[in-house]
């Protein structure tokens, strides 16, 4: 089965950067879609970044676009946020998601698309 363990999270100041990382383990990596996905008290899981298996398309939500980057390395099983100019409202659990597809191109925003999760890395933004 999937494993996923996320890691790089931590207090940071505002316009300051962090480089989270998540490793995979379990089943064959590159056919997986991946997303990072950020959960803040009181609120839902919402969507960050997701990148595809094969073709290396990529997407963003809107309020990080510009100053997140979603990478993967299918040959050390892992996917990394790097998050710079980070803000107070960034502040939150951020998860890892795994998704199997056979679509080299797809990327899944939803939660109820992943099957797969990580349990989270803590980020803390200082005013």
């Known amino acids: 089965q999937v494993k996923l363990v996320e890691s790089g999270g931590g207090l940071v100041q505002a316009g300051g950067f962090l480089r989270l990382s998540c490793a995979f383990s379990g089943r064959t990596f590159s056919d997986y879609a991946m997303g990072w996905f950020r959960q803040a008290p009181g609120k839902e899981r919402e969507f960050v970044a997701g990148i595809s298996t094969t073709r290396g398309r990529t997407r963003y939500s809107d309020s990080v676009t510009g100053r997140f980057t979603i990478l993967r390395d299918n040959a050390k099983n892992t996917v990394a946020l790097q998050m710079d100019d980070l803000k107070p409202e960034d502040a939150a659990v951020y998860y890892c998601?795994?998704?199997?597809?056979?679509?080299?191109?797809?990327?899944?925003?939803?939660?109820?698309?992943?099957?797969?999760w990580g349990r989270g890395t803590q980020v803390t933004v200082s005013s």
């Open positions: 998601g795994a998704r199997a597809t056979s679509d080299g191109g797809a990327i899944y925003y939803r939660t109820t698309s992943y099957a797969n």
